[in-house]
C-alpha cells in the first residue's frame, strides 16, 4: 500500500511559478534536501548580503564571527554591507524580495578559517545557514525547482539551467518579460599544502579511497593535495526595475579561506577600478552589467584549474622519472614494491582525470548557457525599453570580448587536461614494459638458479651411478667367495691324509 505523502506528496519548496509536474517530482526533492540538511547545513544562520545603494541608503552592520563572504561592486555607489542571522532573517529576506531596483549580492560559505590557529567550529563543515532559512529563502524568491534539486546532486559533473518570469503583455499583445534567471553548478579543483607531510594521509579514509574522484587527490612528491569542491551561482536580473539579485552557494573548505575569499577581493578590485577611472572602458558602463560576478567566479575557476593540472603534470613527470631511472637499477623486492606503488597512484590519478573531463565539459557547456542567458537580457531589456523609457538596458557594454577571452582560457585549459591523460597512458605504458623487464630479468635469474641445480643434479647422479657400479663390483666378489667356499667344503672327503677331516662330525656348513 502507498504511503499517504506519495499519494498526495508535498512540493517543496511552497511556491508553484516554477514547477512543472512532467519534469519536476516535489516529493523527491523534499527527500533530498532532508538529507541535504542533515549531511551540508549549520543549525546557525549568517548571512552577509551587500546591497548597492545610492549614498545615504542603507546603514552598514559590523559583521559578526569570522566568515568573510563576497560582495557585489558598482561604482559610484556605497556598498551597504549587512548581516543576516536568525533573529533579522525575515526582514532581511522581505527587503531582498522587494529591492527590484538595487543590485544584491548574498554569499553562503562555509566557516572561512583566517588564520591556522584559529579554533574550529564543529559545524565547520557546513554552510552557515540552517535548513528552515533555506527553505524561506528559496520559498519567498521563487527559487527554480531545478536549482535546488542539483544542489542535492552536487556529485553529478552537469548542471545549469534558466528560466524567465512573465509579468502582464506588452502594448501590441506580446507577452511582457519580468526577470531573467540563470543558474548553475561551476565545479572547481584547487590545490592546497599537504596538511599530513610526515604520514602523507595514511590513515585517512579518503586516502584509502583514492579511486573516487570525489575526494581529494593526494600527490606526494609534489606535496599538495587537490581537493574537489563546487560554486552554485543563481542570477537573478530584473528587466524592468534594472536591478541583481545573486545567490552563491560556496562548498569550498573554509580551512583555505585564502581561495573561498578570492572573488570578494577581486570584487573590491572592480570597485576601485571604476571609482578611478582606470583603463580604456567606461566605468558606467561595467559597473551595472549583470554578468559581473559571473565573469569573476569563471577566471578564479580557471586559474584554479590551471594550478590543480599543473600539480598533477609535475606528479606525473616524477613518476616518469623514477620509472626511467629504475631501468638500468637492480631488481630487488623494494622495486616491486615501487612499482606496486606507482601502478596504484598512476591509476587514482586516470580516475581523476576522466572526471575533470566531465566536469571542464560541464564548465564549458555553463560558459555557452550563460552567454545565452546575456542575449536574452538585452533582447528583454530592449523590447522593454522600446514601450517605457524608464527600463534600464545593458547594451552599451559589449561581452563578447569577454566571452571570447574566456572560451580561449576554458578551451587551453581542457586541452591541458586531454595533454595529462595522453601523458598518463605513456606512463603507464613504461610502468608496464617495466614490469615486464622486471618479469623477463626474474626469469633469466631464476632459469640460471634452476641451471646450476640441475648441473648439481647431474653431479648426484654421475657419483651415484659410480656407487652402483662399485656395489656391483662388490656384490661380484661376495659372489666369487662363496662359490670357492662351497668348492672346499665338497672338497673335504678327499683329503683321508688329514685325521681332523676322517671323522664326519668335523664336518661344517657355510651358509
Not at 541608503?57 to 559590523?62: A, I, L, V, Y
Not at 559545524?123 to 533555506?134: F, P, V, Y
Not at 631511472?325 to 580516475?351: C, F, K, P, R, W
Given at each position: 500500500?502507498?504511503?499517504?505523502?506519495?499519494?498526495?506528496?508535498?512540493?517543496?519548496?511552497?511556491?508553484?511559478?516554477?514547477?512543472?509536474?512532467?519534469?519536476?517530482?516535489?516529493?523527491?526533492?523534499?527527500?533530498?534536501?532532508?538529507?541535504?540538511?542533515?549531511?551540508?547545513?549549520?543549525?546557525?544562520?549568517?548571512?552577509?548580503?551587500?546591497?548597492?545603494?545610492?549614498?545615504?541608503?542603507?546603514?552598514?552592520?559590523?559583521?559578526?564571527?569570522?566568515?568573510?563572504?563576497?560582495?557585489?561592486?558598482?561604482?559610484?555607489?556605497?556598498?551597504?554591507?549587512?548581516?543576516?542571522?536568525?533573529?533579522?532573517?525575515?526582514?532581511?529576506?522581505?527587503?531582498?524580495?522587494?529591492?527590484?531596483?538595487?543590485?544584491?549580492?548574498?554569499?553562503?560559505?562555509?566557516?572561512?578559517?583566517?588564520?591556522?590557529?584559529?579554533?574550529?567550529?564543529?559545524?565547520?563543515?557546513?554552510?552557515?545557514?540552517?535548513?528552515?532559512?533555506?527553505?524561506?529563502?528559496?520559498?519567498?524568491?521563487?527559487?527554480?525547482?531545478?536549482?535546488?534539486?542539483?544542489?542535492?546532486?552536487?556529485?553529478?559533473?552537469?548542471?545549469?539551467?534558466?528560466?524567465?518570469?512573465?509579468?502582464?503583455?506588452?502594448?501590441?499583445?506580446?507577452?511582457?518579460?519580468?526577470?531573467?534567471?540563470?543558474?548553475?553548478?561551476?565545479?572547481?579543483?584547487?590545490?592546497?599544502?599537504?596538511?599530513?607531510?610526515?604520514?602523507?594521509?595514511?590513515?585517512?579514509?579518503?586516502?584509502?579511497?583514492?579511486?573516487?574522484?570525489?575526494?581529494?587527490?593526494?600527490?606526494?612528491?609534489?606535496?599538495?593535495?587537490?581537493?574537489?569542491?563546487?560554486?552554485?551561482?543563481?542570477?537573478?536580473?530584473?528587466?524592468?526595475?534594472?536591478?541583481?539579485?545573486?545567490?552563491?552557494?560556496?562548498?569550498?573548505?573554509?580551512?583555505?579561506?585564502?581561495?573561498?575569499?578570492?572573488?570578494?577581493?577581486?570584487?573590491?578590485?572592480?570597485?576601485e577600478w571604476s571609482t578611478r577611472g582606470d583603463g580604456d572602458l567606461d566605468p558606467?558602463?561595467?559597473?551595472?552589467?549583470?554578468?559581473?560576478?559571473?565573469?569573476?567566479?569563471?577566471?578564479?575557476?580557471?586559474?584554479?584549474?590551471?594550478?590543480?593540472?599543473?600539480?598533477?603534470?609535475?606528479?606525473?613527470?616524477?613518476?616518469?622519472?623514477?620509472?626511467?631511472?629504475?631501468?638500468?637499477?637492480?631488481?630487488?623486492?623494494?622495486?616491486?614494491?615501487?612499482?606496486?606503488?606507482?601502478?596504484?597512484?598512476?591509476?587514482?590519478?586516470?580516475?581523476?582525470?576522466?572526471?575533470?573531463?566531465?566536469?571542464?565539459?560541464?564548465?564549458?557547456?555553463?560558459?555557452?548557457?550563460?552567454?545565452?542567458?546575456?542575449?536574452?537580457?538585452?533582447?528583454?531589456?530592449?523590447?522593454?525599453?522600446?514601450?517605457?523609457?524608464?527600463?534600464?538596458?545593458?547594451?552599451?557594454?559589449?561581452?563578447?570580448?569577454?566571452?571570447?577571452?574566456?572560451?580561449?582560457?576554458?578551451?587551453?585549459?581542457?586541452?591541458?587536461?586531454?595533454?595529462?591523460?595522453?601523458?598518463?597512458?605513456?606512463?603507464?605504458?613504461?610502468?608496464?614494459?617495466?614490469?615486464?623487464?622486471?618479469?623477463?630479468?626474474?626469469?633469466?635469474?631464476?632459469?640460471?638458479?634452476?641451471?646450476?641445480?640441475?648441473?648439481?643434479?647431474?653431479?648426484?647422479?654421475?657419483?651415484?651411478?659410480?656407487?652402483?657400479?662399485?656395489?656391483?663390483?662388490?656384490?661380484?666378489?661376495?659372489?666369487?667367495?662363496?662359490?670357492?667356499?662351497?668348492?672346499?667344503?665338497?672338497?673335504?672327503?678327499?683329503?683321508?691324509?688329514?685325521?681332523?677331516?676322517?671323522?664326519?662330525?668335523?664336518?661344517?656348513?657355510?651358509?
Amino acid at each position: 500500500m502507498a504511503e499517504p505523502e506519495e499519494t498526495n506528496p508535498v512540493i517543496w519548496p511552497t511556491n508553484a511559478r516554477h514547477y512543472r509536474p512532467m519534469l519536476d517530482n516535489g516529493l523527491h526533492l523534499q527527500r533530498g534536501f532532508d538529507v541535504f540538511g542533515k549531511n551540508l547545513l549549520s543549525d546557525d544562520t549568517l548571512i552577509t548580503v551587500l546591497e548597492v545603494a545610492g549614498k545615504g541608503e542603507g546603514s552598514s552592520e559590523s559583521i559578526r564571527g569570522l566568515l568573510l563572504l563576497a560582495h557585489l561592486i558598482c561604482a559610484y555607489l556605497e556598498l551597504v554591507e549587512q548581516t543576516w542571522h536568525k533573529e533579522n532573517f525575515e526582514a532581511g529576506l522581505a527587503k531582498l524580495h522587494q529591492a527590484k531596483d538595487k543590485d544584491m549580492f548574498c554569499l553562503i560559505n562555509k566557516f572561512l578559517v583566517p588564520a591556522p590557529n584559529t579554533p574550529i567550529r564543529n559545524d565547520a563543515n557546513r554552510l552557515q545557514i540552517g535548513k528552515s532559512e533555506l527553505t524561506r529563502l528559496f520559498a519567498k524568491l521563487e527559487i527554480p525547482y531545478s536549482f535546488a534539486l542539483c544542489l542535492t546532486q552536487l556529485h553529478l559533473p552537469y548542471g545549469n539551467g534558466s528560466s524567465t518570469a512573465y509579468k502582464g503583455t506588452h502594448t501590441h499583445g506580446k507577452v511582457r518579460a519580468s526577470y531573467h534567471d540563470t543558474w548553475y553548478i561551476l565545479p572547481v579543483r584547487v590545490q592546497y599544502k599537504c596538511s599530513d607531510r610526515r604520514q602523507n594521509h595514511a590513515t585517512s579514509n579518503a586516502r584509502n579511497n583514492q579511486m573516487d574522484p570525489l575526494h581529494f587527490l593526494h600527490l606526494q612528491d609534489v606535496g599538495v593535495d587537490i581537493r574537489s569542491s563546487h560554486i552554485a551561482i543563481l542570477s537573478r536580473h530584473y528587466l524592468e526595475e534594472g536591478g541583481q539579485m545573486t545567490l552563491v552557494f560556496n562548498f569550498m573548505d573554509g580551512r583555505w579561506s585564502h581561495a573561498a575569499d578570492e572573488p570578494r577581493k577581486r570584487l573590491h578590485e572592480i570597485h576601485e577600478w571604476s571609482t578611478r577611472g582606470d583603463g580604456d572602458l567606461d566605468p558606467n558602463s561595467v559597473k551595472h552589467h549583470p554578468l559581473n560576478a559571473h565573469f569573476i567566479y569563471f577566471t578564479s575557476a580557471m586559474r584554479w584549474w590551471t594550478n590543480a593540472l599543473s600539480s598533477v603534470n609535475e606528479q606525473l613527470i616524477a613518476y616518469e622519472t623514477l620509472l626511467q631511472n629504475e631501468i638500468d637499477g637492480d631488481i630487488d623486492t623494494q622495486a616491486t614494491d615501487t612499482y606496486s606503488l606507482v601502478n596504484q597512484a598512476l591509476h587514482a590519478i586516470a580516475a581523476h582525470l576522466q572526471r575533470y573531463n566531465s566536469e571542464l565539459s560541464s564548465v564549458r557547456d555553463t560558459l555557452h548557457a550563460l552567454q545565452d542567458y546575456e542575449k536574452r537580457c538585452r533582447d528583454s531589456c530592449e523590447m522593454n525599453s522600446s514601450s517605457d523609457s524608464t527600463a534600464t538596458t545593458h547594451t552599451d557594454f559589449d561581452t563578447s570580448s569577454t566571452f571570447g577571452q574566456l572560451t580561449t582560457h576554458l578551451m587551453q585549459v581542457h586541452t591541458f587536461q586531454h595533454e595529462l591523460s595522453d601523458k598518463l597512458q605513456n606512463i603507464l605504458a613504461l610502468l608496464f614494459n617495466r614490469i615486464s623487464i622486471a618479469n623477463d630479468r626474474m626469469m633469466v635469474m631464476n632459469g640460471a638458479k634452476m641451471h646450476a641445480i640441475l648441473v648439481a643434479t647431474q653431479e648426484d647422479a654421475k657419483i651415484s651411478r659410480q656407487i652402483a657400479l662399485q656395489s656391483q663390483e662388490l656384490s661380484r666378489a661376495m659372489k666369487r667367495d662363496s662359490v670357492a667356499m662351497k668348492t672346499a667344503l665338497l672338497a673335504m672327503p678327499f683329503f683321508q691324509q688329514s685325521t681332523y677331516l676322517s671323522h664326519a662330525s668335523k664336518f661344517w656348513i657355510w651358509v
